[in-house]
């Protein structure tokens, strides 16, 4: 079943040559490029962009709470009078630290897996694929919110709790890349002249297999952003007064039907952007760089 | 070995597996585990008590054969809130859940059929690429905020549907299949199939959200394959109209891979139950999990997402039996 | 482990998987409705909006409640219990002529010492069983309360002995004086059950089971979905007009306040106070701003926490903004822990104020910069958490790191009476009365226990024990007296850094605008005589 999963979600196999090229012309790609490097940018700048520094990492100021949008508070504030804005950019801090944690972190598991199993085949295979479905058979979201429950809410116990139900992904693409280069003339090449196995995986068959992983793991950005948010929308994830999008709509929640709609308005539309440009990205890139009748 | 048998096996193994990823974070992953397990409302003794059913001080293998016995016997756990056995919990509150996630399967595939042939066939057009934005929407927008746009203005704002819950309090009937929208229509009164429907628009509504975005890119992206074939082309050749080009003879190759779909499809209907249940207060599993995270009930957290899990799993490994069955090939790979 | 029972494995998980999904709702109470047997359709055709006809009534409880036994309840339940049980008397609203109303006892009175308190009770009262109320019944009501020593058990300390007279009369005696009248209104553990229903356990009241006198029969009880009650038709003081009413867990505020504004709901509280306001002026709800005897304090664990640390929390907490900016600007800060409104209280106690230099000092001196102290609060009780981020930055300037902990209410509870040395550092806890007396504040949250109750920050200190100690056996002989010992102990209690006294909380509610006769008493804290209600 997880094979079909991965099949239709990861079908196709993309062609590095062109790509590039391909990308620039399509406008939609741009557009959600820019976007993400918008994000990240005021994710970096942000204690330099807002002069509510101190609110965006918590500090209240009770006299101005739940202020509407005006010309001092471009979005208003919370319910303990924090500038939202300010909070959005530090909450981006958090959104893309996770997002970048978990997916890395998942990449290098994933790869160890994925290019052991591929390259040596056999039970050494069959017993790491079968471990990798057994992480895949859960729904998405439910492994990691048992994790995240055991471990306690926290920022770090997020990245951790997402990165055990993710690097499975990972793991299956690099092994399906590491099948097909293993037969490669080079590879057999190596080998044949006696190149140690670690050397032949590490300087051989992973540089040449990590393309269409890259590519994926920049798509999976987005639903890595959208199951945090969950994760801490039930408590799960960043405390407070941590800056995070899932925790200002929870926050934000109480005030929406009082009329006070820009704290859980704003952050979720915060993360529905991020989240589709990440998407976009996704669905561009595979759209320039599949080939036309499946694989 | 014949596919059938197989595939049962893989997915015995897989249910196996699933038991055991949840028993190695239930028991080694917190620094007590008895505390955790005891719950709040232990004492000292309690938790030694605790300690001592769940063997804790016995080997790691030992503790995971009875824990593989206890789930045998249908046995998990006691909740600390309810003070009740969990299955009885879960039993109760699952077919909400369940009503919740099948429609909303089945009004993604509904819509999300259609949208996506459409965008194939015009493929690259502007018609395509705005239903492409908005397949991408759906499946980037947080369900919980969803659901929340979907209470302010069409409940709080405009009043057309009711804010949660699953029935008005002054409405009843028997329950024998606990899905509501079967039951009203057994007890042969369109005002409750009415209040019924009502209470299930926006639910259903936010949790089709992501399946139907999924359903939207997919038979858009297969469906562009089965055009590029060669029959395809051969039939338009022929003179067979686009609309029969697109409808019979492609969308009925496309299927046969859709229909694998559905089991995502529902699995991510049950991820967002977990996130949206509460918010519509619900009283399905997703929300009994969301309140167990409150109550620190722990054995709760993990049965509750173990029972979640193997339905899953059985039910793709129904969708491939059945997968196997409309097409052959499948069970050569 | 071999094949057999894996395949046993496998079948008991299939079976589990399938009972879920295909026969999973035969004995459903998804709703947490009882459907009444056979009855296969919709009871009223009722109003499309409201979810509520003319003689129902739907409570939107913020807080579960898990022990409806009324000899040992000691949370919300009193919501429940209030409706279901009665008491010998009825503590009534500040303001009347009356300190009390006669409830199950038409009259009473007390020896010259206040030692010996008769009882007469009310004529033709029944039980929801049938039976008639007689003395025996209410000693053997106060006698469990007595043996099972659990809850509010405290309220009987005094007493000595319970007799039945004759039928209709009950003489208790104490050891010391005291105002047992006023015991008897207290909102738990002063309830009459039936003489049978006495020899009863607590399991068999949480199955269900009631034995109460109270205008209302229990007839469901669900602790995490909806409990229900029916008008009791034999009530000696006339059947109600709302014939049945729906107590339903709504531990979310924003869907309790969604309820109440569609009116699918018609009485909740608990809500963020600034939905109050928004609420004011609204179709189909009414705000009810009532007096108030609730309030609100942050207990600090004695058992974790040094005298300087106290002293460093107790200076760093932000009262006036707590006082001007939170709780909708409608509380006052509180003057100790005895409420303005309840005597004993007093408005002239030296108090501390925020000084976050005074505070750093301190912590500097006991070297507790980068501590991380953990505050234990109310799930989804907003105010709660706006204090715990204002209080928090205070506590970062002078480097202590506030862990905000929000659970429910006996999850954090049950937390805080396990295992003081490994609990929370500070528990904040809204406190309404008991029974209304100064002592209820001061006996029950700060007195020592062998076992933690609800002093939940472990405070142990003699003098102060014996100062409230005193003060109560003279509480009915020498009120002035008593009043001063009361007001010269919650002064120890401040001096002491016992716990950080927050607010006088003003207790809001909201109710359906087209209810009528709700008139809320701050003795019973969220309690709607659902008898005394009306529609329409």
């Known amino acids: 079943m997880t094979a079909v999963l991965s099949g239709f979600t990861r079908r196709g196999t993309p062609h590095p040559g062109g790509t590039v090229w391909r990308f620039r012309r399509n406008k939609l790609g741009l557009a959600a490029l820019s976007i993400i490097t918008f994000y990240i940018v005021v994710a970096v700048l942000a204690p330099v962009i807002t002069p509510f520094a101190d609110q965006g990492r918590g500090t209240p100021d009770l006299p101005n709470r739940l202020m509407a949008p005006n010309s001092t508070n471009w979005l208003g504030t919370d319910d303990v009078g924090r500038d939202v804005i300010a909070r959005l950019l530090f909450g981006a801090r958090t959104a893309l630290l996770i997002a970048f944690g978990v997916v890395s972190v998942s990449v290098v598991i994933g790869v160890v897996i994925g290019a052991t199993a591929g390259y040596f085949g056999r039970w050494i295979d069959e017993t790491l694929m079968r471990i990798t479905d057994m992480f895949l058979a859960f729904p998405p979201l439910l492994l990691a919110v048992i994790v995240a429950a055991s471990l306690g809410p926290s920022t770090r116990n997020t990245i951790i709790a997402i990165t055990v139900s993710w690097w499975p992904w990972y793991a299956r693409q690099i092994r399906a890349q590491v099948l097909s280069l293993r037969e490669r003339p080079y590879v057999k090449a190596a080998q044949a002249l006696g190149v140690p196995n670690h050397r032949v995986i590490g300087q051989h068959i992973i540089p040449n297999a990590m393309t269409p992983v890259w590519v994926q793991a920049t798509a999976d950005l987005g639903a890595v952003i959208l199951v945090a948010a969950g994760l801490s929308f039930v408590g799960l994830g960043t405390r407070p007064p941590g800056a995070d999008w899932g925790l200002m709509i929870e926050e934000g929640r109480s005030f929406v039907l009082a009329g006070q709609w820009w704290i859980a308005g704003s952050a979720g539309a915060a993360v529905t952007i991020l989240a589709l440009a990440f998407n976009l990205i996704g669905d561009v890139v595979h759209e320039v760089t599949s080939t036309k009748a499946g694989d | 070995m014949p596919y059938l048998v197989r595939r049962f096996l893989t997915s015995l193994l897989v249910i196996l597996g699933v038991i055991t990823i949840t028993f190695v974070v239930a028991r080694l992953v917190p620094s007590d585990p008895a505390a955790l397990y005891a719950g709040p409302r232990a004492r000292p003794a309690q938790v030694e008590q605790v300690r001592q059913d769940l063997k804790l001080d016995a080997p790691i293998v030992e503790q995971y054969v009875s824990y593989l016995g206890e789930l045998s016997r249908g046995d998990l756990g006691i909740s600390f809130a309810t003070r009740q056995p969990i299955l009885d919990d879960v039993v109760d509150r699952f077919p909400a859940t369940l009503e919740l996630a099948l429609l909303a399967t089945l009004l993604s595939m509904v819509i999300g059929i259609p949208l996506g042939v459409r965008a194939a066939a015009r493929q690259n057009k502007a018609s395509d690429t705005s239903l492409r934005l908005l397949a991408v929407t759906g499946v980037s927008i947080p369900v919980f905020w969803a659901a929340l746009l979907l209470q302010l203005f069409f409940a709080s704002r405009l009043g057309w549907f009711p804010l949660s819950g699953r029935l008005p309090s002054d409405v009843s009937f028997n329950e024998p299949t606990g899905f509501f929208l079967i039951d009203s229509i057994l007890s042969a009164s369109p005002s409750n199939v009415w209040a019924v429907l009502r209470h299930l628009a926006m639910p259903v509504t936010v949790m089709a959200l992501f399946p139907l975005g999924l359903t939207t890119r997919l038979i858009r992206s297969s469906m562009i394959d089965v055009l590029a074939e060669p029959y395809s082309e051969a039939a338009r050749l022929a003179g067979v109209p686009e609309r029969t080009v697109l409808y019979r003879l492609a969308l009925k190759n496309a299927l046969a891979p859709a229909l694998t779909i559905l089991g995502l499809t529902f699995a991510f209907s049950v991820s967002s139950a977990f996130l949206v249940e509460a918010v519509f207060g619900w009283p399905g599993i997703g929300s009994y999990l969301t309140s167990a995270i409150q109550r620190l009930d722990f054995p709760v957290i993990t049965a509750g997402a173990l029972v979640i899990t193997v339905v899953y799993v059985v039910v793709n490994l129904l969708l491939d039996l059945l997968h196997a069955k409309i097409d052959p090939r499948v069970q050569l790979s | ?341 309840v005597f004993g209280s007093s408005d002239s106690l030296d108090l501390p104020e925020t000084d976050l230099e005074a505070a750093a000092a301190l912590v500097a001196a006991a070297g507790a910069e980068g501590t991380e102290l953990t505050y234990s609060y109310d799930a989804g009780t907003i105010e709660q958490e706006q204090i715990g981020t204002v209080w928090q930055a205070n506590l970062a300037e002078i480097g202590i790191d506030l862990v905000l902990d929000p659970l429910t209410f006996d999850a954090r509870l049950e937390l805080a009476q396990s295992d003081p040395a490994n609990a929370q550092d500070i528990f904040t806890l809204f406190w309404f009365p008991t029974f209304v007396t100064p002592n209820d504040f001061l006996f029950t949250l700060f007195a020592s226990e062998e076992e933690p109750f609800f002093n939940l920050g472990y405070y142990a200190n003699p003098d102060f024990d014996d100062l409230i100690f005193e003060a109560d056996a003279i509480t009915a002989t020498d009120l002035d007296g008593a009043i001063e010992l009361f007001q010269e102990a919650q002064q120890l209690l401040i001096d002491d850094n016992a716990a950080v006294f927050m607010l006088d909380v003003p207790e809001i509610s909201v109710i359906a605008d087209d209810i009528n006769g709700f008139e809320p008493n701050p003795a019973y804290a969220n309690v709607v005589q659902f008898h005394d209600l009306s529609r329409g």
């Open chain 3, 1 to 341: 482990m071999k094949f057999g029972s894996l395949r046993r494995l496998l079948i008991a998980l299939l079976t589990i998987a399938l009972v879920a999904t295909a026969c999973g709702g035969s004995d459903s109470a998804a709703t947490g409705e009882s459907t009444e047997e056979g009855s296969g359709s919709e009871t009223t055709d009722g109003s499309e909006e409201g979810g509520s006809s003319d003689d129902s009534f739907v409570y939107a409880m913020p807080f579960g409640i898990f022990d409806i036994d009324p000899s040992s309840a000691f949370g919300t339940e009193n919501i429940l219990l209030q409706n279901v049980y009665e008491t010998l008397t009825v503590f009534n609203p500040p303001g009347s002529a009356d300190l009390l109303s006669p409830g199950l006892a038409e009259s009473w009175e007390s020896n010259e010492d206040s030692t010996v308190w008769t009882f007469n009770l009310r004529e033709g009262v029944t039980f929801h069983d049938g039976s008639d109320m007689t003395a025996e019944d209410v000693v053997a009501s106060i006698n469990r309360t007595i043996e099972l020593d659990l809850g509010a058990a405290f309220i009987f300390f005094p007493v000595v002995d319970v007799v039945a007279v004759d039928d209709m009369t009950v003489e208790i005696s104490l050891e010391f004086p005291a105002p047992l009248d006023l015991a008897m209104s207290s909102n738990y553990g002063a309830y009459i059950i039936s003489a049978e229903a006495a020899g009863e356990t607590s399991e068999w009241f949480n199955e269900g089971n009631a034995a109460g006198t109270g205008p209302y029969r229990l007839t469901s009880f669900d602790p995490t979905g909806s409990t229900t009650l029916t008008a009791f038709d034999g009530y000696w003081d006339g059947a109600a007009d709302i014939t049945n009413v729906e107590l339903r867990l709504i531990e979310d505020p924003v869907l309790a306040e969604q309820l109440v504004r569609s009116g699918d709901a018609d009485f909740t509280y608990n809500l963020p106070f600034d939905s109050y306001n928004a609420l004011d002026g609204q179709d189909g709800v009414a705000v009810t701003r009532g007096q108030s005897m609730t309030n609100l304090f942050g207990a600090l664990n004695h058992e974790r926490l040094s005298p300087e640390m106290r002293e460093a929390l107790v200076l760093s907490f932000p009262y006036d903004d707590v006082e001007t900016s939170l709780f909708g600007g409608e509380g006052t800060r509180a003057q100790g822990i005895v409420p303005q409104t």
